[in-house]
């Protein structure tokens, strides 16, 4: 059996469909496995055991599809589900499953706030598209696979952080997604562990403003590592606290205690943490913490963001509490050495 798996972007998305990708290779180990996504996105996926052969899309679609076409494949997954997946899957004329994307429960919960959304991952909806094929989420979670010729040294981090740190994910693909600056410093001058900001060059500027309250204490790496490497730095991180945002979902991947900070996103529509067996309400995942301003009439008010708040008032940012948020990484932090004295033994 031959499968095309098609998601396009980004970051966390893609990370959040590597449970379809293993859970269809191991239980049923003579599928090939093709994924169609961005080129730019290929440090996600070529390091990934389960695939057998990576398809980017550059451009010019239609010779993507040429290429394709002579694969033959028997199943097409579409979980990108879009006007260009929809191309594909005419041109291949093969038999298509596409996750639900609940566009109008979203529509519902950002506009009328009226909450009919399930208490599932999205990598629960990703899974349904396989069910058909008699495979099973197997609860293990994402996974992230590091390029084996780029390991970090010591020499790549500061001595003052060796010890452990908090990894910090600044960035964010829209800005009303991000915390702000002064948020963030509130955050660092309360934290009594070191910090690690966490983002791409696009966030350079950001990072130094934060960083400049304290050079010693918190490093600004953003932009002076590629995206594979910035992972490995969230690997080693003893706690995550990130913006919703795709460093957040390979976090996760590592397993990496992670306290998520909502803007005018929202959890709900099923993009949190996820561990392979937690939702937001039955099955909580111990190493992960929700921080939402839910009092807000205004939030959620997007499913994707904005550059800039709607309203004005960027409240759901701006009114979150830095005490919460570091009374939670304090919470995770000596758990996360206890697991790794257990593991040397």
Known sequence: MKVLVIRFSSIGDIVLTTPVLRC??????DTSIHYLTKLSFSPLLQHNPHLDKVYYLNDNIDAVIEELKKEKYDYVLDLHHNLRTLRVKKALKVQSYSFPKLNVHKWLLTNLKV????DLSIVDRYMETVKPLNINNDGK????????????????IPMSHWGGYVGCVIGGSM????????????????IPFPVMLLGGPEDAEAGALIAEQDPIKIYNSCGKFDISES??????????VSNDTGLMHIATAFGKPVISLWGNTSPEMGMFPYYGYNNLKERIAPQSVVIENKKLSCHPCSKI???KCPKGHFRCMNDLDMNEVTAAVQKQWPLTAQKKQSTKQ
């Open 141 to 156: 979670g994402l996974e992230f696979f590091l390029s084996p010729d780029k390991e970090l040294s010591n020499n790549d």
């Open 175 to 190: 800005n009303t997604k991000k915390l702000p600056v002064s948020q963030w410093k509130k955050f660092c001058e309360l």
């Open 305 to 307: 963001g904005y550059n």
């Open 231 to 240: 992972a490995e730095l969230v690997k080693i991180a003893r706690v995550v």
């Open 24 to 29: 269809l290779k191991q239980q049923q180990p």
């Open 115 to 118: 909450n009919m959304m399930p």
